[in-house]
């Protein structure tokens, strides 16, 4: 794992006016269903519902999720391969954070002037269905510090899905990031944050390196909640935040408002591309 060099939050950028455009896209972040296998081990796993999830779920999900040695279980064509580590939280003693974005930042004009602005290290995951339309205003933030990254192609749940229609939603979305932006996406999101042992499979036959969740979630009214452990941000942290939706502060704003938190209790925000 390599060390990254931490950007500091600053002081909070006054919100610019803007208008929010109709909203579509990801649910809320909830507690993800799965079980991390780098850092600590994520928390709201269902081993019921990923032993018997239909289709190409698989039984050893609880072994090959949480880690032994990366390695597959033998009993099918997957035998032998190098899985990708599902991870919520990063072990370092850097005094860092990670802001995570699903579909629906680019929504709001003013969170652009904010990445801008700060060159604010985020990572967007795409889904293509819904943030195609914007990939070009998206792109141009890759300059100052945004990482696009994998969200699959229609936001379908993955987990219960055979091997082959998980690595048409996931290789498909690679396809679309590779051809719109010249960019091999490593990390991906899985929708719902769901996900089993042929997720993992299919995402190896993509080119993934790391499945990413959150132990953090900044909800629709600013405040954070968390998925397991200590109810406080701590270094190596992967924060999700929500997009917009009706009844929300609007996404920069929030945006803002988590930052001052995050100086607060001593912490900046990291390039979670440095540490994966």
Same mark, same amino acid.
């Given at each position: ?6 950007? /500091?939050? $600053?002081?909070?950028?006054?919100? @610019? ?5 109709? @909203?579509? $896209? ?20 269902n081993?019921?519902? %990923? ?5 190409g779920? %698989?039984r *050893?999900? &609880? ?5 032994? $040695?990366g ?5 099918d ?6 899985? +990708? ?8 003693? *850097? ?6 974005? *699903?579909?629906?930042?680019?929504? *709001? ?31 141009? @933030?890759?300059p100052? =510090? ?17 091997r ?7 290789? =498909? ?25 042929t ?11 790391a ?8 909800? /629709? =009214? $600013? ?22 939706? +009706? ?11 988590l ?6 209790? =001593? ?5 979670? %591309? &440095?540490?994966?």
């Amino acid at each position: 794992m390599r060390r990254g060099r931490p950007r /500091p939050a $600053g002081a909070a950028l006054a919100a @610019l006016t803007a208008l929010l455009l109709p @909203l579509t $896209g990801c649910d809320p972040p909830a507690a993800p269903t799965g079980h991390a296998a780098v850092g600590d081990p994520a928390g709201g796993g269902n081993r019921d519902a %990923d032993r018997n999830a239909g289709g190409g779920g %698989d039984r *050893d999900t &609880d072994r090959s999720a949480r880690g032994d $040695g990366g390695r597959a279980p033998g009993g099918d064509s997957g035998r032998g391969q190098t899985l +990708p580590p599902v991870v919520d939280h990063v072990r370092t003693t *850097d005094r860092v954070v990670f802001l995570t974005y *699903d579909d629906g930042a680019e929504r *709001d004009p003013a969170f652009a002037g904010l990445v801008r602005e700060r060159r604010l290290p985020v990572t967007l995951f795409l889904t293509d269905t819904v943030t195609g339309p914007a990939y070009g205003d998206l792109a141009r @933030l890759r300059p100052f =510090g945004a990482s696009l990254q994998n969200h699959t192609l229609d936001h379908r749940s993955l987990r219960g899905l055979p091997r082959a229609g998980q690595r048409a939603e996931i290789c =498909g979305q690679q396809t679309k990031l590779r051809s719109r932006f010249g960019v091999r996406a490593h990390l991906l999101r899985p929708p719902h944050g769901t996900y089993d042992t042929t997720t993992l499979r299919a995402a190896a036959d993509c080119g993934v390196t790391a499945l990413v969740l959150w132990r953090a979630a900044l909800a /629709p =009214g $600013g405040d954070l909640t968390y998925t397991r452990g200590a109810h406080r941000l701590r270094p190596g942290d992967i924060v999700a935040v929500d997009p917009d939706h +009706p009844g929300a502060t609007n996404l920069t704003a929030r945006t803002e408002r988590l930052l001052r938190t995050i100086e607060q209790q =001593g912490l900046s925000v990291g390039e979670l %591309d &440095d540490y994966l």
